[in-house]
T-cell receptor, first 111, second 110 residues
């Protein structure tokens, strides 16, 4: 069966510090991978998606970036965090453009 | 204006009662409409999926309906349980693009 992992589960970072969130998927090959952000009381906002290694599409311009160094690994990064980067970050995978399965999420607080 | 609007924003009901959550959308046609359940601090989990031509789909105590004419979907929860406390998110997929509603926060009290 397929599983998706995200870490860390929670993170508190100062403004201006770097960020690296990791997501890995097991039990499937060549999945579509996605990064979402969910602000408190708001809907999910798609940040990035990837259809293959090294292929990243950005949906929202911001100070975040994503990379896919391996088939089942998706990384969300920032060189300098802003207060507005606080939120709940969710990674998801899908087979082609079918149903998306979400990871447990990372709660990021920028102080 | 968001293309997927959900109401109410939040809802409190007593355990054992039924409730109905609403989703109004403007995008049409679409590939499918899903209802997700998101427990606090967790990722969303799919409850139901309906294509454009379907008008009802059940998953245990959850029943989703779809009216393509009025562009409305509803999620009916029967005999609510404390574990139903969560956010319920309506998602409309247009081509390969998923449009998310902001969700309804349901609290079930004993």
């Amino acid at each position: 069966s397929q599983t998706i992992h995200q870490w860390p589960a929670t993170l508190v970072q100062p403004v201006g510090s770097p960020l690296s969130l990791e997501c890995t998927v097991e039990g499937t090959s060549n999945p579509n991978l996605y990064w979402y952000r969910q602000a408190a009381g708001r809907g999910l906002q798609l940040l990035f998606y990837s259809v293959g290694i090294g292929q990243i599409s950005s949906e929202v311009p911001q100070n975040l970036s994503a990379s896919r160094p391996q088939d089942r690994q998706f990384i969300l990064s920032s060189k300098k965090l802003l207060l507005s980067d606080s939120g709940f970050y969710l990674c998801a995978w899908s087979v082609l453009w079918d149903e998306q399965f979400f990871g447990p999420g990372t709660r990021l607080t920028v102080l | 204006k968001n293309q997927v609007e959900q109401s109410p924003q939040s809802l409190i009901i007593l355990e054992g009662k039924n409730c109905t959550l609403q989703c109004n959308y403007t995008v049409s046609p679409f590939s499918n409409l899903r209802w997700y359940k998101q427990d606090t601090g967790r990722g969303p989990v799919s409850l139901t999926i309906m294509t454009f031509s379907e008008n009802t789909k059940s998953n245990g105590r959850y029943t989703a309906t779809l009216d393509a004419d009025t562009k409305q979907s509803s999620l009916h929860i029967t005999a609510s349980q404390l574990s139903d406390s969560a956010s319920y998110i309506c998602v409309v997929t247009v081509n390969n693009d998923m449009r998310f509603g902001a969700g309804t926060r349901l609290t079930v009290k004993p």
